[in-house]
């Protein structure tokens, strides 16, 4: 190593995916110069794993919890990706939502060391330099996730430390969840601006003080990154995170023919409610081209469901028209009608013939007799006692799947959901849950978690090394998921549970190659894709030094 100049530590203790802190072997800490400078003991990673546990469980609040873990992702990234690994379904809300949502909000006072690239509309001609600061070559990239957190989680727009917090948390599920290498992966913040105005007024805030730009700049500045992105990093998949109502949906479409990219809002949520629904129609004996759905709530998540059902339902055996027909949209103004005031764009296959008759949730539930009742509209308790029973009485199974999160923005809750139907509803939900006793019967409540889903996604697309993520890709990921389960038994969750994060992925990450290589989309040859997918997976272990 030579010399380090006045107390400067060997920088293999300074860099994360490098550092062992106590775990490096005596040939090792000879051979780096780091004799002395940690203590003398030599432990396993499962003696550190152990250590860090009880260190997690003493922290005093979720917040706490998080920014702990984070400083151990800083310092030693193994053993921060073996922890999680340990207690996946508990530390998963802590690196991600709902407890993330708290980390953003505090990301200017809270400052850290940063990670991945900031780039900013206020310099397009420096995307270039950043992605080369970066430091890695064409060949090491395989994931960019990028958020301008317009619009995260239920919390609005939270700048360039929304950004930054949320494609690093995206992350960190990659990697848990599908052994994405974290050495290939950069996390962009994007900073467009910012409408919030406590953020503007915040004297510690670290991202660019003016309004949200939008229009022609905005476009000109996405298009600086994702060319930059494209061209530097070939190989990689572009992953679109928590973009606003007005640009999500837009951007997707403007890119997805043209390279490997992915909106986990609007493609993730509707892929994991049809593997949802796949099970919850196995479990009613019925088919999806029977279904009469009810979307509550038709902003990005709603419609972005609502696509991905009607697609599945004229697979089905239903022509695109009629499937589009058994959707009933309902959004504040209520049913979505033809010529209604401020219809967007992706909102108007949805909308009704404008003889028809229009009315709030609880007169569409009642005129349609729904058999599927969806809730992506943060509105809590909107699936009132009265419009559950009211659905409960027109269907044997009736299906609800309140996905809003988080807890305090979910339409019904589900004990209640099961006593309101005497335990005959099949039920989804946004967050977890505990099981929920009823007449005997242990109803294990299916959480629709994206991290069920993406990580395969993104896991199939860098195996195969997919042209593009295309529609039979995800649908091939909701089988996949709903195959894992066995909807039979009373009470059986219609999803599988996450603790099973790891295999889920791979099962996932295998159907999604598989389609790709089907599709002609798969850049390599496919001979064994369940070894090719096992190879591919990151293991949180420690490698030989030197």
Avoid at 124 to 131: D, K, L, M, S, V
Avoid at 243 to 267: I, V
Wanted: charge should be negative; aromatic fraction near 6%.
């Amino acid at each position: 190593m030579g010399h380090h100049g006045a107390g400067r530590s060997p920088a293999v203790l300074e860099d994360p995916l490098l550092n062992k802190d106590t775990a490096f072997t005596r040939e090792e800490r000879a051979e780096l110069g780091l004799d002395g400078l940690i203590p003398p003991v030599v432990e396993t990673l499962d003696e550190q794993a152990a250590r860090a546990y009880t260190q997690y469980a003493r922290q005093p609040t979720d917040l706490a919890k998080s920014i702990f873990l984070s400083g151990l992702q800083d310092r030693n990234e193994v053993l921060f990706y073996r922890l999680l690994a340990d207690h996946l379904r508990e530390m998963l809300p802590i690196v991600y939502d709902p407890t993330i949502a708290q980390v953003i909000k505090s990301f200017s006072r809270e400052y850290r060391r940063p990670r991945g690239v900031y780039l900013t509309v206020d310099d397009p001609g420096g995307i270039e330099r950043a992605f080369a600061n970066f430091g890695l070559g064409e060949d090491e990239v395989d994931l960019i996730v990028a958020s301008d957190a317009e619009q995260i989680l239920g919390i609005g727009d939270w700048g360039l430390g929304g950004g930054a917090g949320i494609a690093a948390g995206k992350l960190t599920v990659y990697t848990a969840a599908a052994g994405i290498d974290p050495a290939r992966v950069i996390p962009v913040a994007l900073d467009a601006g910012t409408d919030n105005e406590a953020l503007l007024n915040d004297p510690f805030y670290v991202g660019e003080r003016h309004a949200r730009v939008r229009g022609e700049r905005y476009d000109a500045f996405i298009d600086a990154y994702v060319s930059a992105a494209t061209r530097l990093f070939p190989k990689a998949l572009l992953h679109w995170e928590d973009f606003g109502p007005s640009n999500a949906r837009r951007l997707l479409e403007r890119y997805t023919g043209r390279f490997p990219t992915f909106n986990d809002d609007m493609q993730g949520t509707g892929a994991i409610v049809l593997a949802a629904l796949l099970g919850a129609v196995r479990a009613a004996g019925t088919s999806l081209r029977e279904q009469r759905i009810v979307v509550f709530g038709a902003g990005t998540a709603g419609i972005g469901v609502a696509d991905q059902l009607r697609d599945a339902m004229a697979r089905d055996g239903l022509d695109e028209r009629e499937a589009t027909r058994r959707i009933w949209a309902v959004d504040k103004p209520g049913l979505l009608i033809e010529g209604m005031d401020g219809l967007r764009d992706f909102q108007r296959p949805y909308a009704r013939p404008s003889g028809e008759d229009g009315g709030g949730l609880a007169e569409v539930v009642a005129r349609v007799g729904p058999t599927l009742l969806l809730g992506a509209s943060t509105v809590r308790g909107a699936f009132t006692e009265e419009i559950v029973r009211c659905m409960a009485s027109h269907t044997e199974r009736p299906i609800i799947f309140p996905i809003s999160n988080p807890t305090d923005r979910i339409e019904a809750m589900p004990q209640d959901l099961i006593r309101w139907t005497g335990g005959r509803a099949l039920i989804a939900t946004g967050v977890p849950f505990e099981p929920i006793a009823h007449n005997g019967v242990d109803h294990v409540i299916a959480q629709a978690n994206n991290a069920l889903l993406y990580p395969g996604v993104g896991l199939g697309a860098v195996v195969s090394r997919a042209s593009r993520v295309s529609d039979g890709m995800l649908r091939a990921a909701a089988e996949a998921v709903a195959g894992l389960v066995d909807v039979s038994a009373p009470g059986a969750s219609l999803l599988p549970q996450v603790e099973n994060l790891r295999q889920v992925s791979a099962t996932v990450a295998v159907a999604v190659a598989r389609q790709a290589a089907k599709e002609g989309l798969a850049r390599v040859e496919l001979g064994n894709p369940v070894q090719q997918v096992q190879d591919a997976m990151w293991q949180p272990r420690y490698r030989p030094a030197g």
